[in-house]
């Protein structure tokens, strides 16, 4: 198995900032590492939220969190700014793999990077649906193709 790397800016296809507060950082003077879930959670709800395709008051769709990972190689604090960048790396009938990037502000290689898997299931029933075609469309603009050599 191959050692996990930071990565370069150029590798998301979309980016969010994140500031970082107070509360944030441990008794050790950086960003707690469970805090860098929710920064997953927050980039990838907001891209959804701002490309209309997830209500998450009134939506019949939501997504449930099944799967996450992270790796670290750098601290993140407060008071800075956090430049969170998503990819989609797999987007199946009723589930997508969300790759996420945590950047300090300006810096070119990731402080974290991770993963996490939302099954997206109807509000009432909790029960697995079909992604609606807006939503793959939302997800399909997140791939990024692997460069050329």
């Given at each position: 198995m191959e050692r996990p790397q930071a990565q370069e800016?150029?590798?998301y296809a979309h980016f969010s900032t994140i500031t970082t507060r107070?509360?944030?950082?441990?008794?050790y003077g950086h960003v707690n590492n469970v805090t860098y879930y929710s920064y997953f959670d927050t980039a990838v709800n907001r891209y959804l939220i701002e490309a209309g395709v997830l209500d998450i008051h009134q939506g019949d769709v939501i997504g449930l969190v099944i799967e996450t990972h992270c790796n670290y190689f750098a601290s993140l604090e407060f008071p800075k700014n956090v430049d969170?960048?998503?990819r989609v790396a797999h987007i199946g009938k009723s589930s997508v793999?969300?790759?996420?990037?945590?950047?300090d502000e300006g810096e070119p290689m990731s402080a974290a990077v991770g993963h996490f898997v939302h099954v997206y299931v109807d509000r009432a029933t909790r029960r697995p649906v079909q992604l609606p075609e807006p939503f793959v469309k939302a997800l399909?603009?997140?791939q990024v193709?692997?460069?050329a050599d």
């Amino acid at each position: 198995m191959e050692r996990p790397q930071a990565q370069e800016r150029a590798a998301y296809a979309h980016f969010s900032t994140i500031t970082t507060r107070w509360m944030d950082n441990d008794i050790y003077g950086h960003v707690n590492n469970v805090t860098y879930y929710s920064y997953f959670d927050t980039a990838v709800n907001r891209y959804l939220i701002e490309a209309g395709v997830l209500d998450i008051h009134q939506g019949d769709v939501i997504g449930l969190v099944i799967e996450t990972h992270c790796n670290y190689f750098a601290s993140l604090e407060f008071p800075k700014n956090v430049d969170a960048g998503i990819r989609v790396a797999h987007i199946g009938k009723s589930s997508v793999r969300y790759e996420i990037g945590l950047f300090d502000e300006g810096e070119p290689m990731s402080a974290a990077v991770g993963h996490f898997v939302h099954v997206y299931v109807d509000r009432a029933t909790r029960r697995p649906v079909q992604l609606p075609e807006p939503f793959v469309k939302a997800l399909q603009a997140l791939q990024v193709k692997p460069k050329a050599d």
